[in-house]
């Protein structure tokens, strides 16, 4: 009697414990099935370092045709590669990487004319770009530009005193030339001294503080150019006299941005913030903390800027321009 119950207990408990160990099989099936279908990651940090930004989703979102991602390494620096890449894989199915090993696969690499290793290769159909960087910004910008089949240019004004993109002292826009090539940008300096007419592979004009007058030609090159659909940035310092440097009025140039309902008031800007004393700043670099809904100025909500020496502006919508500010103090 007492033997027949130690079977039957016996029996029970390999029962339970097959099923228990079906149960935990099927549970590990259907999640490597899942795992494997719908591969996603989660981030949890507070700044997102792992995610990619939303121009990305986006840039990738509305990727009409395959996109093949070339990742050429040492099996060492694979990895790195995959945090990476991976991420851009799982925001399509028309994304495709390919991991390509220097050390087995050499020949890829010459035709490639990969000559380092971490180097990524970005091929739309015929198209193919090379990732200046090996981030988000380098993977993102070769995207962008196989789709669009070239790159930007940014145009920077010169003749009349402006900030040069190759100075690389303070005064210079060296800082800027690197970041708009982050941006898949390239820069070039033009002179409407010369010839009176913003090149037509120009994709943006930008007037970087000129100290002299432009004349009215360069202005009238301007005009036509934004007033037919070109886009610019004008940075026009306060008329003063700076030690030995003298800026002038610029009338011209300022009347042309009155008639865009933008007037460039004849002052110097002088902002008593405390906020600004405690950072080292005196009261001639007004501090910028609070910035309009506007995508131009939208990620730098919480971060505070610098204005050195700077004029105050007055605006209003003109006949032909609807005008919005971004910022005030």
Known sequence: MNTEWMKARQTKYAAYATTYILVIV???????????????????????????????????????????????????????G???LDRYANLSPKVHVQYIDLLKQPQLARVANVTREGEAMVEIGP???????????GITGALVRALKGGERTVCVVGGSG?????????????????????????????????????????????????????????????????????????????????????????????????????????????????????????????LVTTYESHPIVSELTGTATGFPISRSLDIKNGDKTSVTKLFST
């Open 127 to 137: 198209k193919k770009e090379e990732a200046k960087t090996f981030d988000e910004e």
């Open 162 to 286: 402006e900030h040069r993109v190759d100075d690389t002292t303070a005064d210079g826009l060296s800082e800027f030339q690197a970041s708009v090539q982050k941006d898949n940008y390239k820069s070039k300096s033009i002179n409407l001294l010369e010839k009176a007419e913003v090149p037509s592979d120009c994709t943006v004009l930008v007037v970087a503080g000129p100290t002299g007058d432009y004349i009215q030609s360069e202005v009238d090159a301007i005009k036509k150019y934004v007033e037919n659909g070109g886009r610019a940035l004008f940075m026009l310092d306060p008329p003063l006299k700076l030690g030995r440097k003298e800026i002038s009025d610029n009338k011209p140039l300022v009347d042309l941005l009155a008639s865009w309902g933008v007037t460039a008031d004849k002052d110097l800007l002088l902002d008593e913030n405390p906020v600004s004393q405690l950072v080292g700043l005196d009261a001639t670099v007004p």
């Open 82 to 84: 995959k945090d990476l």
């Open 26 to 80: 099927a549970v590990l099936v259907v999640a490597n099935f899942l795992a494997n279908r719908y591969n996603k990651s989660l981030d949890a940090t507070s700044n997102k370092r792992f995610t990619l930004s939303d121009q990305t989703k986006k840039v990738v979102g509305e990727l009409k045709q395959d996109l093949t991602i070339q990742y050429f390494d040492r099996p060492s620096g694979m990895q790195a």
